[in-house]
DNA sequence: ATAATGACTGGGG
DNA sequence: ACCCCAGCCATTA
C-alpha cells in the first residue's frame, strides 16, 4: 500500500539551491521589488539568474514566498511563457503600491531592493 | 555520468 | 534606445 503522505522529493537532501532562493525572496520587502540576478547573487551563485527563474517556477501554488517581487534586470515580467495567468503578477504588485510605467516596466531605481544593508 | 531545459543577463550591432 | 544572441548554471519538466 502507498503512504498517505508523499516523503519529501529525493533530490532535496540539506538543502539546496532553490532553498536558498526561497529563503532570499523571502526577505524582500513588501511593496519592493528585486532581479533574478540579484536573487542570485543573494543566494550565493551570482550568476545563476536561470536557475532563480526555474526554482520559482517549482513554486506551488498558494506558497507564502512573494514570487511576484521578483522581475527581469529590464524591470519587466517575464511570467509570460509560464502558464500563469496574464498580468497576475503586475496586479500583485499594484497591490502592494508598486507603479508601472506605459511600458510595463517598473523603476528599479523607486522600488529596487538591493538587500539588507 | 551526460544532455536538455529556461520566470536571465550584458554587450554588441 | 531597441533587438538579438552567446554565455550562463542548478536541477531533472
Excluded: C
Aim: hydrophobic share 35%; aromatic share 8%; glycine share 12%.
Amino acid at each position: 500500500m502507498l503512504p498517505i503522505f508523499e516523503p519529501v522529493p529525493e533530490s532535496s537532501r540539506g538543502e539546496s539551491f532553490y532553498d536558498a532562493v526561497y529563503r532570499t525572496v523571502r526577505r524582500i520587502p513588501h511593496g519592493r521589488v528585486t532581479t533574478y540576478g540579484h536573487v542570485a547573487a543573494l543566494s550565493g551563485k551570482p550568476r545563476a539568474a536561470r536557475t532563480v527563474g526555474w526554482a520559482l517556477h517549482a513554486l506551488p501554488d498558494g506558497t507564502d514566498v512573494p514570487w511576484h517581487r521578483v522581475i527581469n534586470a529590464r524591470g519587466g515580467i517575464s511570467i509570460a511563457k509560464v502558464g500563469l495567468p496574464p498580468g497576475l503578477q503586475r496586479a500583485l504588485l499594484e497591490d502592494e503600491g508598486v507603479r508601472f510605467r506605459l511600458d510595463g516596466t517598473v523603476d528599479l531605481k523607486r522600488y529596487g531592493w538591493t538587500g539588507p544593508g
